[in-house]
Nanobody, 125 residues
Framework: QVQLVESGGGLVQAGGSLKLSCEAS????????MGWFRQVPGKEREFVAL????????AYATPVKGRFTISRDNAKKTVYLQMNSVKREDTAVYYC??????????????????WGQGTQVTVSS
């Protein structure tokens, strides 16, 4: 079993910054690639970013590329999402997740085996 707890969400003005954290417990974190997704009511969960287990590779969705940075600290079992130059369209519940061992498409929520409860990010104009 894996438990993921996100934190750091809140209200931020457009153009500002926010850093999300996701702390894992219950499993060897350093072997797992980790992803961030986001979801707004009435829409499907959307891929945001992925980081490999050793942090030597990261991938980003086009809407956040150049503004968001994913990172991790394996000693703390924590993955981060630094959000800069935020826009109103970044408003969503943000989730972290563990990429499954036999994934096909890392941008698909179906490829992830464990999820956190989410943290709300609201961007005001």
């Amino acid at each position: 079993q894996v438990q993921l707890v996100e934190s750091g969400g809140g209200l931020v003005q457009a153009g500002g910054s926010l850093k999300l954290s996701c702390e894992a417990s219950g499993r060897r974190f350093s072997n797992d690639a980790m992803g961030w997704f986001r979801q707004v009511p009435g829409k499907e969960r959307e891929f945001v970013a992925l980081i490999s287990a050793s942090a030597d590779m990261a991938a980003y969705a086009t809407p956040v590329k150049g503004r968001f940075t994913i990172s991790r600290d394996n000693a703390k079992k924590t993955v981060y999402l630094q959000m800069n130059s935020v826009k109103r369209e970044d408003t969503a519940v943000y989730y972290c997740a563990v990429l499954g061992d036999s994934y096909v498409d890392y941008a698909s929520p179906a490829s992830y085996s464990y999820w956190g409860q989410g943290t709300q990010v609201t961007v005001s104009s």
